[in-house]
């Protein structure tokens, strides 16, 4: 894994899907909704999205934290937009400092998931995390889910 810190300059568009849920939820297999809420978007949904920046570009967001990594929070997936879609959901992920965790090659999702465990291990990570919006970065390293590289970006202070 890789890590550094980048600025964005300026703000990014997104339009898409959102629902609820927690990280307590996503670990209980039973009650896990994204995986199902990504199959949806991929089967059908992402064809609703117009005005892409870059077609075949996906961004998973975390965002609207009610207890930092603890409680609920907001799931979005879609695409970075020129426009904001009516009858989406439109995001914006703000300017500012962010740390990006680029994977090794692996399997997707499990290069993500140790991603994410490792952030939430590390309590130097957790401490600098703002919690205003984290996403991942699904591109053209991800043609191939079984040899696949996902970029991890945290909003830090």
């Not at 117009?50 to 603890?70: L, N």
């Not at 990570?125 to 945290?154: H, W």
């Amino acid at each position: 894994m890789n890590e550094q810190i980048i600025i964005i300059d300026k703000p990014i568009l997104l339009s898409g899907y959102t629902m609820k849920t927690s990280n307590e939820m996503e670990f209980d297999s039973s009650q896990a909704k994204i995986p199902q809420f990504l199959g949806q978007y991929f089967a059908r949904l992402s064809a609703n999205i117009q005005h892409k920046v870059s077609s075949g570009t996906t961004y998973c967001a975390y965002f609207d934290y009610q207890d930092k990594a603890d409680g609920l929070y907001s799931y979005f997936v879609g695409e970075a937009v020129s426009t904001e879609n009516a009858g989406l959901y439109n995001l914006v992920i703000p300017s500012g400092k962010y740390k990006k965790i680029t994977t090794s090659t692996g399997v997707i999702p499990a290069i993500v998931i140790e991603a994410w465990q490792k952030i939430w291990c590390d309590d130097a990570k957790l401490s600098e995390r703002n919690f205003i919006v984290d996403f991942e970065i699904y591109d053209a390293r991800c043609s191939d889910m079984a040899n696949a590289i996902v970029d991890v970006v945290i909003g830090i202070k």
